[in-house]
């Protein structure tokens, strides 16, 4: 690869990776050496810098992260609430089914089950307030684990954990369907009262 190619590689592993990640992972991920790997990321955030980009480049014990630039909080923060509004895709309420049933579980966990890259989805239910950090794992990397919040209980009408819906009797399956059920009938039997789920989930 070119210096330019191995640049965009690094930062597309970072930008995909979602959390911060060290030169070691970098380099095992891009087939690059680990200290070529430190001046790519040098490289990568001079570019930032020299054309006054809206991401930079975080170091966090010796791992790199991008991220925004502070500046643009509030625009950020808007583009955020518009998200929150949008309605839950299925692929988010799989995810959150799956965490829901097993909590606390890693990003991890939820791909081996779903059999797809979730980081994403995992972030924006976070975002809404539907899941939060229930600590790190002591595994390499640190892998951070979640579970549910009350706003998710709130959310969908629930009391505690214990009354969500019984799983089928098909090992290894997790049907998210019900969630999906409570959700609808919380809107038909409880419209007034539930204005501000609503609001959550809209």
């Not at 923060?77 to 988010?92: C, D, M, N």
């Not at 890693?106 to 976070?126: M, P, Y």
């Not at 709130?154 to 409570?182: H, I, N, T, V």
């Not at 789920?197 to 809209?202: C, F, H, I, L």
């Amino acid at each position: 690869m070119t210096v330019t190619e191995s640049v965009a590689a690094i930062e597309a592993i970072m930008f995909a990776y979602g959390e911060p990640i060290t030169t070691e992972k970098l380099a095992e991920a891009s087939g690059i050496e680990e200290e070529t790997v430190v001046k790519l990321v040098d490289t990568l955030e001079r570019q930032y810098n020299v054309r006054e980009s809206g991401l930079k480049i975080l170091r966090i014990n010796g791992a790199f992260q991008i991220a925004a630039r502070s500046e643009y909080a509030d625009s950020i923060k808007r583009a955020l609430e518009t998200r929150k509004q949008q309605p839950l895709s299925q692929a988010a309420m799989e995810t959150l089914a799956i965490i829901a049933y097993n909590q606390p579980v890693t990003n991890g966990f939820v791909e081996q089950v779903r059999g797809i890259d979730s980081s994403s989805i995992v972030r924006g239910l976070a975002e809404r307030g539907l899941l939060e950090e229930a600590g790190r794992l002591d595994l390499p990397g640190r892998p951070i684990a979640y579970r549910t919040t009350d706003n998710f209980l709130r959310c969908f009408g629930l009391g505690s954990l214990a009354e969500l819906p019984p799983l089928p009797e098909r090992e290894g399956q997790l049907d998210f369907d019900e969630l999906e059920q409570m959700e609808r009938e919380k809107e038909l039997e409880y419209p007034e009262s539930t204005q501000d789920a609503d609001e959550d989930e809209e």
